[in-house]
C-alpha cells in the first residue's frame, strides 16, 4: 500500500512496481468507464492500456494540484471521448462484427432470435449513450458504471456537486426517452 | 399520445427511489399502461446489462503490455530522433530545388516579354528614321 505523494514520487523516479501497484489498484476502474463509452471489451481494454501509458509518460508533469486517481479519471474520460468520436463513423461495422464474434462465442442451445434480441439491446444501449451529450454521458457512466458518489464527480468534471446532480438526472429522463423510442419502434415494426 | 416518459421516471422507480405515493401512483398506472410495463422493460435491461459489465475484469497481462507498448514509443522517438537531421536536410534541398526552378521559369518567362517590348521599340525607331530619310 503506498501513500499518494510517496507513489507519486516513485512514479516520477521511474520505479516499475510502483507502476505495477497503480495498474493493478486502478485498471479495473479505468476499464469500466472506458467501457461505458464505448460498450466495447476489446476497445475498451486497449484504450484502458492507452491510459496507463499516457499516465506513464506524463507523470512528470503531474502536480498534485487534484489527486492520483482523479487526474487518471480525466485522461480515461478525454480518451474515452476521443476515441468514440473516431470510432462513431465505424459503428455499425462494429456492431455487425460484434453479432458475429458473440455468435461463435455463444452457447450452442440459443437461437438466432435470441441473439437478434441480445444485439438490438445492446444496440439500443450504446446508441441511447452515445446521442447523449457528452457531459451527461460522462456523469451517468462515472455515476453508474463506476458507482461513484457526486462529490468525487464534481471533482472529477470539475464541477459543483448540484450541476453533477442535474446533469445525472438529465441523463436519465433522456436515456428513458432513448431507450422508449427504441422499444416503440421495435414494436410498431411487428 | 400521452409521453408517459415525461411523466414518470422509471430509473427512480427501478433505483427504490420514488416516495411510497410515487410508486403506488406509477404501480397503478402500470396496470393500465401496456407502453410504460414495455417501456421499464427497457430500462430494466439497461441497469441489468450495466450490472454485467460492472464485474469486468482487466486482464491479468495488463502491466506486460502497458510496458510494451511504452517501450514501442520509446523506440519510434529514438528512431524519428535518428533520422531527424536526414528529414530535415531533405526537406531543405527539396524546398531550394523548388525554389530554383520556380525562379527559373519565372526568369525565363519575364526574358521573353522583355524581347517582345524591344522588338516594338525598334519598329518605332525604323519609321522615324524613314520619316527623316523622306525630308
Known amino acids: ?190 | 399520445m400521452k409521453d408517459c416518459t415525461r411523466k414518470y421516471s422509471y430509473f427512480a422507480y427501478l433505483e427504490g427511489t420514488l416516495t411510497d405515493s410515487e410508486r403506488e401512483a406509477f404501480e397503478l398506472h402500470l396496470l393500465d399502461c401496456e407502453r410504460c410495463r414495455e417501456n421499464l422493460i427497457q430500462i430494466q435491461n439497461f441497469l441489468d446489462n450495466i450490472e454485467k459489465h460492472k464485474a469486468l475484469k482487466a486482464s491479468p497481462y495488463t502491466f506486460t503490455n502497458v510496458m510494451g507498448r511504452i517501450e514501442q514509443n520509446r523506440r519510434a522517438e529514438i528512431r524519428y530522433r535518428k533520422w531527424q537531421p536526414a528529414i530535415i536536410g531533405l526537406v531543405g534541398v527539396v524546398a531550394i530545388l523548388t525554389g530554383i526552378l520556380l525562379g527559373n521559369y519565372f526568369f525565363k518567362n519575364t526574358a521573353q516579354l522583355t524581347s517582345y517590348l524591344n522588338l516594338n521599340e525598334t519598329y518605332h525607331e525604323v519609321i522615324e528614321l524613314s520619316l527623316l530619310d523622306n525630308n
Open chain 1, 1 to 190: 500500500m503506498y501513500d499518494e505523494q510517496i507513489l507519486v514520487k516513485r512514479l516520477k523516479e521511474g520505479d516499475e512496481k510502483a507502476f505495477a501497484w497503480l495498474i493493478e489498484q486502478y485498471s479495473n476502474m479505468v476499464l469500466h468507464v472506458a467501457y461505458g463509452f464505448l460498450q466495447d471489451y476489446q476497445e475498451a481494454e486497449d484504450l484502458m492500456q492507452e491510459v496507463f501509458v499516457a499516465v506513464y509518460e506524463n507523470i512528470a508533469h503531474f502536480r498534485s494540484e487534484s489527486n492520483l486517481k482523479t487526474w487518471i479519471y480525466r485522461i480515461a474520460i478525454n480518451k474515452s471521448l476521443n476515441q468514440q468520436r473516431k470510432l462513431k463513423w465505424k459503428t455499425w461495422m462494429g456492431s455487425i462484427e460484434d453479432y458475429l464474434l458473440w455468435q461463435h462465442k455463444t452457447a450452442e442451445n440459443t437461437t438466432p432470435q435470441i441473439l437478434l434480441i441480445h444485439q438490438e439491446q445492446m444496440d439500443a444501449i450504446e446508441k441511447a449513450l452515445q446521442k447523449l451529450p457528452s457531459n451527461q454521458r460522462t456523469a451517468f457512466i462515472l455515476h453508474k458504471y463506476d458507482d461513484l458518489p457526486h462529490a468525487e464527480i464534481a471533482k472529477i468534471m470539475n464541477l459543483s456537486i448540484p450541476a453533477v446532480e442535474s446533469l445525472i438526472h438529465r441523463a436519465k429522463l433522456n436515456l428513458q426517452k432513448l431507450l422508449a423510442d427504441f422499444g416503440n419502434k421495435k414494436s410498431n415494426k411487428k
